[in-house]
């Protein structure tokens, strides 16, 4: 093993090491190509104890992986090996989409165990109960059947958490600056906060399903009113915090109050808002899914409540995927929208 | 919008000649502050003036009540008794030609160092409600000198967190001078900078206060530093501070720290804090 130092002081040993990095990661491509080709195998040649229906999709499936991992194998080998034939000064040849696809290439491989397990156990197998546990093939069939319908419910769940989420932040983060900056709402606010708050959000459902016109009205306010309770304390602790000498570096330099609020006060209790705003994103997921189970007849929520009346499991692991990767999604969005606020910080969590 | 353009023109230049100074007076001033109930006086009966243009020291010992004689001035507190006046009339909160600069540089770290430089400008231009191109043109062009002024025009976009401690200050200074102060208050600028920087920025602050003739107002606990920039060093008393002795030193610029004059001042100044060897 050679040390930084060593590689650069022997630019012949750097490239040693680097090839030697290359043709690890290319090996793994290497074999993450021939576990998906095996596992497309077995499927075809192990029969399943049940037929079951998009098997031949799930091969095809299985063969376009083994075909990515192939060629990126083959790429991530020719890049570096044509290159340091002809000695550069750059010294990391690779192209970076390359890169990252080798990068990615261990979970690949990972993947491909995991899901030939996960199909030998249910299909081929069968050691897990028959109804509650789904093989692989049966979610490209919801996938490739009830789209329509998932699609739709993602567009509902997707509509009522907008409203939610951006009706709560916004009033939960005007609510955090006036608690922080004015005593008086302070004085009035703050009780009241502290009764309401930390009561969960769903234990409104009955009576906010009794008092609004229609159930998505309601919805919006129990998850507004979930998003709301984390961003206000945070908003307002973030407010509160912030260093005094702040205020009268800018009030000597000739500061009112609008400009200590809107370019002091808040830009320096973003960080702080930003936890509040991703709790209250959590917590208005769970709100969200618990509101359309309860009462509104559309939405991803809605849509596991079907699939369990109708006892099709199948359909629920195929709905709680999506609602993993849209979850996901939004909080990489809301990470993404922090770091190019927060650019100044140092030392932020990637997400 | 007679007074604005007044106010524009009043500050088209950072280091321009001004036409004058601002004149401090400070009359019987005495304050105390509320600590658990009990009152804790800090000053007690003081009494100086600053002349237009003038450079004056306030040394005394740490924690004796300088800092919040500072505050007085600037106008972000009021005092308990007596009454603070620039150019005749009393002081009555913070205003931009009176620019305070503390001993952090105390930057906001969400902004570059051309965006805090124009904290002052920004803020001003809240007044009035409009945006105007002119204006903003001559903001920047004030910002550009006076980060000029203090050697940063490479760092105007860099933020606080990549810049050593002499650099913050510096910004600090540019952010006061861009305002161009009648007064430039001062509450130990250069307290917390490694020796060198500190000998480097004193030479700094003298010229630049002679170049401009803006009223200079700094706080110190160190006697080398005010004999070395002040025409007047007040000496004040341990807390509550009152004004034991006022030194003059009418030693041409730029001073040298070994010139016997300022060691005899020295000197005396030790003997009025007790401090005689």
Redesign the interface.
Same mark, same amino acid.
């Given at each position: 093993m050679s040390t930084q130092f060593d590689s650069i002081a022997a630019r012949g040993e750097a490239g040693d090491t680097a090839s030697r990095d290359v043709i690890r990661a290319t090996l793994i491509a290497g074999l993450a190509a021939l576990a998906w080709l095996t596992s497309a195998a077995l499927t075809e040649w192990w029969p399943s104890l049940d037929d079951w229906p998009y098997t031949n999709e799930f091969i095809a499936l299985k063969l376009l992986l083994a075909a990515f991992a192939a060629a990126t194998a083959i790429a991530g080998w020719r890049g570096p090996s044509a290159t340091s034939a002809t000695p550069t000064p750059t010294p990391t040849p690779t192209p970076t989409r390359i890169g990252a696809w080798l990068r990615a290439m261990p979970w690949l491989l990972a993947l491909a165990l995991g899901v030939s397990a996960w199909e030998a156990v249910t299909a081929q197998l069968e050691w897990l109960p028959r109804p509650f546990f789904a093989p692989p093939q049966a979610l490209i069939g919801v996938y490739a059947e009830d789209y329509p319908r998932l699609g739709t419910s993602v567009v509902h769940s997707f509509g009522l958490l907008a409203y939610g989420y951006v009706l709560g932040a916004a009033a939960g983060f005007v609510t955090g600056v006036s608690i922080g900056w004015s005593q008086a709402v302070s004085y009035w606010v703050h009780p009241v906060l502290r009764l309401i708050g930390p009561l969960p959000a769903t234990a409104w459902l009955p009576l906010a399903f009794f008092f609004f016109p229609s159930s998505f009205s309601a919805s919006v306010f129990l998850i507004a009113l979930a998003t709301a309770f984390p961003v206000a304390v945070l908003t307002w602790s973030g407010v509160a915090g912030v260093n005094p000498a702040y205020y009268d570096i800018a009030r000597t330099l000739g500061a009112r109050p609008a400009f200590l609020i809107l370019r002091v006060a808040i830009p320096a209790a973003l960080p702080s808002v930003f936890v509040g705003l991703f709790m209250g994103l959590g917590a208005s997921f769970s709100v969200l899914i618990v509101a359309e189970m309860m009462g509104v007849k559309a939405g991803l929520g809605w849509y596991l409540q079907w699939a369990q009346g109708w006892a099709a499991y199948s359909n629920m692991y195929a709905a709680l995927l999506v609602m993993a990767l849209m979850c996901s999604g939004l909080i990489t969005l809301l990470f993404r929208l922090r770091d190019r606020l927060l650019a100044w910080q140092k030392g932020l969590l990637k997400w | 919008m007679v007074a604005v353009a007044e106010a524009l023109n009043r500050s088209a230049a950072v280091a321009a000649p001004l036409s004058g100074g601002a004149r401090i007076d400070v009359r019987h001033v005495s304050h105390q502050f509320a600590l658990r109930g009990a009152a804790l006086p800090v000053l007690h009966d003081v009494s100086f003036t600053v002349e237009p243009g003038e450079f004056v020291a306030l040394l005394g010992p740490s924690g004796c009540g300088k800092s919040t004689l500072l505050r007085l001035v *600037? &106008?972000?507190d009021t005092p308990t008794q007596g009454s603070v006046q620039a150019d005749g009339a009393a002081i009555t &909160? !913070? +205003? !931009?030609s =009176? @620019? @305070?600069v503390?001993q +952090?540089p105390?930057l906001? !770290?969400? =902004?570059t160092v051309r965006g805090n430089v124009g904290? &002052?400008p $920004? *803020? $001003?231009r *809240? =007044?009035f409600a409009w945006r105007g191109g002119a204006q903003e043109e001559q903001a920047q062009r004030r910002i550009d000198a006076a980060l000029e002024l203090v050697g940063l025009s490479d760092f105007a976009e860099a933020?606080p967190?990549q810049l050593s401690g002499g650099m913050a200050q510096r910004v600090a200074l540019a =952010?006061a001078l861009v305002?161009d102060p009648a007064l430039l208050v001062l509450d130990e600028p250069f307290g917390k900078l490694d020796s060198l920087t500190r000998i480097r920025m004193q030479g700094e602050l003298a010229r630049l206060w002679q170049d401009a003739r803006f009223s200079v107002l700094l706080v110190t606990h160190d006697v080398e530093e005010a004999l070395l920039l002040a025409a007047r060093v007040i000496v004040f008393s341990e807390r509550p501070a009152r004004v034991i002795a006022e030194v003059r030193n009418d030693a041409p610029y730029p001073r040298h720290r070994d010139d016997p004059k300022l060691v005899a001042l020295r000197r005396e100044v030790l003997a009025q804090l007790g401090l005689d060897t």
């Open positions: - | *600037a &106008g972000l &909160g !913070p +205003d !931009p =009176r @620019v @305070v503390f +952090d105390t906001y !770290p969400w =902004r904290i &002052g $920004q *803020a $001003q *809240a =007044r933020f967190h =952010r305002n």
